[in-house]
DNA sequence: TCGATGTGAGAGCAGTGCTCTCTGTCGAGA
DNA sequence: TCTCGACAGAGAGCACTGCTCTCACATCGA
């Protein structure tokens, strides 16, 4: 059956509660993200926001979700499969890099430090793996297609999940561990990078951010062997 | 002059104050470490913390500094000269981890999320670049000994700051800007590598956390050349 | 000894997340 | 068509926060 009146306005009121709370998430960030404030932007009581959020961290985590899945969706946008392996890595980094930099406090929500006394529930977990699904696709595609070069088949069984050997190529017998750890590695690698961009930890070491995050990254592509 | 029976009690009780506020720190993380609670505990009006840490953010960044001395001090216990670079490396790797581990909330503090509407004072550089000129000593140290490899001689200036070649090892010709870029590059990834461990977006993907950071340190050394 | 300085306490302000109660409205079933 | 129950919003209130101000007291140097 089709959504009644109640539910068609209730939705709206959701989605304008979390536009506000992400509008006040890019000025102050999430520690300072005020529930009143946002009722105060909607004209409403505070108590009233509590009909459509239990809680605060409930905004959060709506947040958070939404958070994962923009920056998915940039990821995946941004490769090409036609592309060459180390030109698609270099645009699924770049994507993650730009969707970062115009959105510092949605990165710092998903990548900082965690909220003191949050967990961030079972529901984020499919959002926040599609860049790693993404940049797995590039991997597996790469080694599909005979552009990974051959390792020595180094073993080392144990270090890499199941679940993560899925999401990065899933089997293939140029994708042994050596290359899923240094996958594994490049991914976080990329984490750190922006991570020390964002937060200021290059300080004055980095004079060229566009170029030394290209460098960066192409480092990390011929380490995998893309 | 000696210090007078009041200076010393003074600083006495800031010293006491900050153990009260580190204790408080590991237990309920930063972004709910409250002045409040912190007086409680020592049994004093919260109006009296105010003659000795202006504010709240002044607490925080006395917390900051203690931080990152503990841990560079901790990178530089670690770091025995007389062994092979690639060790070196390694052990100060480990260190880090170590420290972090131990105290993932100070961790946090200092290299995750930034505290909005705070902005590190400039007190905080040198203590914040001590695991950096550490890790900068060894690699220095293994250029001078003629254990980095020879590379292409590849030149891309500017990409590193004046500061950063002074940290990263001096000027030595087996030092150049390739070197520099994977070096800052290894080091922002022990940070992606740490902050994925502590903040959980490993989740299951990594099976035994020792090992794969082991390996991932190990594959960092021989990107830089150790 | 006296005045300047340092110190702590208490009250109070504006803000927070959250709960509870009360009122009004809307819509589906009798 | 009427009624009753589910739902939405408002307001007051609780316990908490960082921070400021004033007032009383202790200490110490001239």
Redo the contacts with the bound molecule.
Sequence with gaps: MPP????R??AE?TAEITAAARRQLAEVGAAA????????EL??????L??????????LTRLIIDGYDALGAAAEAADDPAAPPRERWLAVCRAVRAWAREHPHEYALLYGSPVPGYAAPRDTVPAASRVGVALGRVLGDAARAGALPDTDGERDPGLVSEEAVAVLGGEHPALDEAVRVRALLAWSALYGTLSFELFGHFAGSVQDADRYFDRAMGELAGLIGL
Excluded: I, K, Q
């Excluded at 004209?43 to 009233?48: V, Y």
């Excluded at 509590?50 to 905004?59: G, V």
């Design positions: 009644t009146a109640r539910e306005v209730r009121l993200l005020s529930l009143r404030a946002v009722a105060r004209g409403m009581a505070s108590s009233a509590y009909r459509y959020f239990p809680s605060r961290d409930d905004l």
